[in-house]
């Protein structure tokens, strides 16, 4: 249903109230007002020379500029040589005298015709010029994760040959690993958010020129300044280097020497790595990564039976290995390409677990009864104990924060909770109206951030996906598409995002998958021969997991080119 506040269908509101509606307009101001408004309007500003009129009696004259020298004239001229509106006074005085004046219209229009250009440009090729930079850098701090892991585990092979006799000598590289590891994806993170807070200037800027060029008030036009400069100079890109391990064969008497060295490693910064993204294809464009299309046809890659009872959840803790949960306490561990089992943890309360999740270090989250707990080294840590609350969804953030949709005891309220290890940090529960942006009830409720930092809470009570920014501010809710490819209601329940900042849900009723944008714009359905979608994640080659509640099987799905 449209809010009728905002239907274009709807009569005019008050502009100070929000409620009544229109009869009155002060032409000074440009505010739409009802009857009772007018008094507090005027009282707010009385140095102003308030004309108030009937609303069908408005005019449609702009507001000039204020006179910096003459208090309460209006400029209507420009003088190019001094660089400042001037008014009629300002003109008699013979202090422009010789200047070259132009009219304040021509030239507000001619700058609104360039931050307009400079909008378009940031909008459209600086801002997902930085988009790609920054799935860049992810791809390559996962690439070094798994890299890092081959490495650990070559040394640890090479360590078991040798026995009790270089346990110590293990040890030591293993820990210049893991202190070179750290190094660098610490200086790779702190690229990366460099990156992201860029990003966000950028999308303010950008939000700060569309009011400016809309606003019938030129003087708030005439203050708006475009950086726009700036973010062409694009970031340093940083290039880790690996070191390698040489093995040696063994000699008692030259352990410590022979065992085998760590090479050197080194990040370097290339001050060209990145170019600007453009329409039209380009050699240079190979450097950067490509914006990925949907497919026309999603293809069905693999099915892995997990033998659950119902299924629930999927996590991808690699590209090539998937956590699982379903109705009992087991949480179990698959190699994708096997299709086997490598690995079975149960929770510690014994109940079965209602979300999961896997963190940037690859340990294993999950959520159940009262607590949120993680998995290291297969010993199960208590993180967040809740009281009067029961949590559903969790999900572990770009930042390492925890993220926690929570419903209370007596089933009236739901709220999603941010997370620092076990210190609650922010809460998100109302609109800026103070009305819940959550449905209440015992329904479970799934949980994710995206790459722009959006939080996305799949509502099935509701049959809606809820997107706040990160502050918690409504973004937009997505209601669902029609035709369904079964006409059913719109069910959400497992929710996931990609790199290229889509949103997945999944469609339990209509046995499909929605993809819409990070604005909220549907895209397509992915309908492959679905039972019951559940469940969902994504790896970072284009591929979606799918978690069927109908056949308990998890389904691989290739969906972008």
């Keep these: 249903m449209m809010d009728p506040r ?19 307009h002060c032409d000074t ?36 500029p204020g006179c910096t020298t003459h208090e309460k004239q209006q400029s209507v001229m420009y003088c190019k040589q001094c660089d400042i509106p001037v008014c009629i006074s300002c003109i008699e005085s013979n202090e422009h005298l010789g200047h070259e004046l132009s009219k304040i219209l021509r030239v507000l229009d001619e700058k609104k015709e360039r931050i307009t250009k400079e909008r ?55 820990t210049e690993v893991d202190e070179i590891k750290n190094t660098q994806l610490q200086t790779l993170q702190k ?31 005439f203050s708006v300044t475009s950086s726009v400069h700036i973010y062409k100079n694009l970031p340093e890109k940083i290039m880790p280097s690996l070191p390698k391990f040489m093995p040696q064969k063994i000699h008692k008497e030259e352990l410590f020497k022979l065992f085998g060295i760590l090479s050197s490693s080194s990040l370097t910064s290339v001050k060209h790595g990145y170019s600007m993204k453009t329409t039209q294809k380009s050699p240079e464009a190979g450097s950067s990564p490509l914006v990925k299309q949907l497919l026309d046809e999603p293809e069905t890659v693999t099915t892995i039976n997990t033998g659950y009872r119902s299924l629930y959840n999927v996590a991808c803790l690699s590209d090539e290995d998937i956590w699982t949960s379903g109705s009992d306490s087991t949480m179990k561990l698959y190699s994708i390409s096997q299709g086997s089992l490598l690995k079975s943890i149960k929770t510690k309360s014994g109940k079965m677990p209602s979300g999961i999740a896997v963190t940037k270090s690859g ?13 290291k080294n297969e010993k199960i840590e208590k993180v967040i104990r ?52 959550y449905s209440s009830g015992p329904y479970y409720r799934y949980i994710t951030e995206n790459r722009n930092l959006d939080i996305c809470v799949s509502d099935i009570a509701a049959g809606a996906v809820v997107v706040v920014n990160q502050a918690g501010k409504l973004r937009f809710r997505y209601t669902g598409h029609t035709p369904t490819p079964k006409n059913e209601p719109f069910r ?22 929605h993809i819409i944008d990070q604005d909220g714009q549907f895209l397509r359905y992915i309908d492959c021969g679905l039972s019951d979608p559940w469940g969902l994640c994504t790896d970072t080659i284009a591929n979606l997991f799918v978690a069927q509640n109908g056949n308990k099987q998890v389904k691989k799905v290739k969906y972008l080119q």
């Design 6 to 24: 905002t239907s274009a269908q709807d009569v005019i509101r008050c502009d100070l109230c929000e409620t009544a509606v229109v009869q009155m």
């Design 29 to 64: 101001c440009l505010v739409n007002l009802c009857k009772a408004c007018v008094g507090e309007h005027i009282s707010t500003d009385e140095s102003k020379d308030h004309k108030v009129v009937k609303f069908q009696s408005r005019k449609s004259t702009p507001l000039y």
């Design 120 to 174: 378009n440009e940031l909008n459209g090729t600086i801002y997902p010029t930085y988009q790609d930079i920054a799935s860049d850098v992810q791809n390559r701090m996962s690439q070094l994760e798994k890299e890092y892991g081959d490495l650990s585990t070559a040394i640890t092979k090479h360590g078991e040959d040798w026995h009790r006799e270089i346990d110590k000598l293990v040890k030591k590289l293993k």
């Design 191 to 221: 690229h990366l958010d460099e990156i992201n807070k860029t990003m966000s200037d950028i999308k303010g800027e950008i939000d700060t020129i569309d009011i400016a060029t809309d606003t019938k008030d030129l003087s708030e036009l």
């Design 363 to 375: 340990d294993l989250v999950y959520s159940d009864d009262r607590t949120v707990n993680i998995v």
């Design 386 to 437: 809740l009281q009067n609350w029961k949590p559903y969804g969790v999900c572990s953030t770009s930042s390492g924060d925890l993220l926690v949709i929570m419903e209370s005891d007596n089933d009236r309220q739901t709220k999603v909770v941010r997370y620092s290890g076990s210190t609650e940090k922010q809460t998100i529960q109302f609109d800026d109206k103070r009305k819940p942006l």
């Design 492 to 513: 959400p329940v497992g929710i996931t995002t990609d790199s290229q900042s889509h949103i997945l849900t999944a469609d339990y009723d209509n046995h499909c998958v």
